[in-house]
């Protein structure tokens, strides 16, 4: 079944769940860059600190802007300081500020990465953001990055958001559903390419 052939209301927990975490495992290979996907936990910090002493990657990404004013830090300057307080120097950092949501960011990060590397030479980035949030960052990426480029899946640790418990915690069984909600709509939209699942 296509996504945008899904009736969202109609969907159990475990079809969610299948549809959303997509349950692939990180590769464990090199990337040209960890892309951090903006957030507030600190979790998105540990795991591109984690990723980089183990030296998968020279540099980290850290996308994120104020969230039409929401914030009045970017995400990207919060999580590039939390990183510089763990030990990651700051020249390896490289930050976009402009975005206010996901497709934004993936959009505005191109630019960053062409600046810095020329995305011709890019061949693998180290995608981190939130467990459920694997299907449309993928989509996303491969809706509006050059289609050469690979990436390897590397979900923050939320100890509540996983895909065998996110239903028992209110927080994030409302951060779920409303992913699969837009996830839906933004295909439907042309936002992001159509593609079959399996549910």
Not at 43 to 60: G, M, P, S, W
Not at 164 to 178: F, I, L, Q, S, T
């Amino acid at each position: 079944m296509k996504l945008s052939e899904i009736d969202v209301n109609n969907l159990s927990p475990s079809q969610i769940t299948q549809i959303l975490f997509g349950f692939v495992e990180d590769d464990k290979k090199q990337g040209d860059c960890i892309f951090t996907l903006g957030g507030r936990g600190i979790e998105r910090v540990h795991k591109a600190v984690e990723l980089f002493n183990l030296k998968r990657a020279d540099y980290i990404l850290f996308s994120g802007g104020s969230g039409y004013g929401k914030y009045t830090y970017p995400l990207s300057w919060t999580m590039r300081d939390n990183a510089v307080k763990l030990n990651v120097p700051e020249d390896k950092i490289l930050v976009e500020d402009r975005s206010n949501h996901s497709k934004d960011g993936v959009i505005a990060s191109l630019f960053t990465l062409e600046d810095k590397f020329g995305i011709h030479r890019i061949k693998n980035i180290l995608v981190i953001s939130t467990p459920w949030n694997y299907r449309r960052a993928m989509l996303t990426l491969k809706t509006y990055y050059p289609k050469w480029i690979k990436y390897t899946w590397c979900p923050a640790n939320y100890k509540q958001h996983q895909p065998d418990n996110w239903w028992k915690y209110p927080e994030a069984h409302g951060y779920v559903m409303k992913e699969i909600t837009n996830l839906v709509k933004y295909v439907r939209e042309g936002q992001l390419m159509d593609v079959e699942v399996e549910i």
